[in-house]
């Protein structure tokens, strides 16, 4: 195999949840940079649409469809929008996720629980399922689910949005072995601190980034970019014998604690 083939996803169709920021925005760019017809899809058309503009004005193929994750019908639709469009999924980035409450598990407000595991974890297993038959059908695909370091590790203040990302971790490793036999891949990507709209609380603050970058053995945080570099290998042929694995990116942040 060429080297220039390992990254090549020409006529595959890749749909990214979550994709109008942060590392979803990136892995949508990535993957139509690299010949992926790419669904743009978050809960706003608009921002959907900003995206899809740029991506158009780079030379790539795209189109934007709203969906909220933690509807059925929506994702269901998000589905049938890209098969009546383009005929089938062969790619899907799972990335859109929720963190509501930041502090003790124990007063965690059951609503914001609720929102948590229902936004990370069901919507992925909804997602999932419902794109997987076609996937099989079309030859095989890949399942590629954005979890996080949390899910590895124990926090005094993300402990159910680090449950959360460990059952995603949990999901990929069922789903490798159901779909396996179908030629279809099921892989998480763990993150650390990227420098993202949704970690800014994390990253925003000189004290709380210093001391989060401690522990890195970088000494610094990830870019959005350098999680996309990581799907497209899961999603092209680069990744074709990976499946049921998580891949920690996080500038050696788990493994520098001690």
């Known amino acids: 195999m060429a080297v220039s083939s390992l990254f090549d996803l020409k006529g595959k169709v890749a749909v990214v949840t979550g994709a109008t920021r942060g590392i979803g925005l990136a892995i949508a760019e990535r993957m139509a940079e690299h010949g992926a017809k790419v669904v743009v ?31 059925k019908e929506d994702l269901q639709g998000l589905v049938n929008a890209t098969i009546q469009k383009w005929g089938g999924i062969d790619v899907l980035v799972c990335n859109a996720a929720v963190n509501p409450y930041f502090g003790p598990s124990i007063d965690m407000p059951d609503d914001a629980y609720d929102k948590v595991m229902n936004s990370n974890v069901r ?32 926090s005094p203040a993300l402990g159910v949005y680090g449950i959360s990302k460990a059952a995603d971790m949990a999901l990929v490793r069922n789903l490798a072995v159901e779909w396996g036999p179908k030629n279809v891949r099921a892989n998480c990507i763990a993150p650390g601190l990227v420098r993202t709209d949704f970690a800014k609380a994390l990253w925003e603050n000189p004290e709380t980034y210093a001391h989060t970058v401690k522990a890195y053995p970088l000494r610094r945080i990830g ?20 499946t049921g694995q998580t891949i920690v990116i996080d500038g050696g942040g788990v493994i520098g604690r001690g």
Not at 223 to 242: H, K, N, Q, T, V
């Open 41 to 71: 899809s978050s809960r706003k058309l608009d921002v959907c649409e900003e995206v899809v503009k740029g991506i158009k004005a780079k030379g790539g193929e795209a189109f934007a469809h709203a969906c909220n994750i933690g509807r």
């Open 123 to 154: 919507s992925n297993f909804w997602l999932c399922n419902m794109v997987l038959p076609q996937m099989a059908q079309r030859g095989g695909g890949s399942i590629i689910v954005i979890s996080s370091i949390a899910g590895l590790l124990g």
């Open 223 to 242: 870019e959005p970019d350098e999680i996309a570099g990581a799907a497209l290998f899961l999603a092209g042929p680069s990744g074709s014998f990976m």
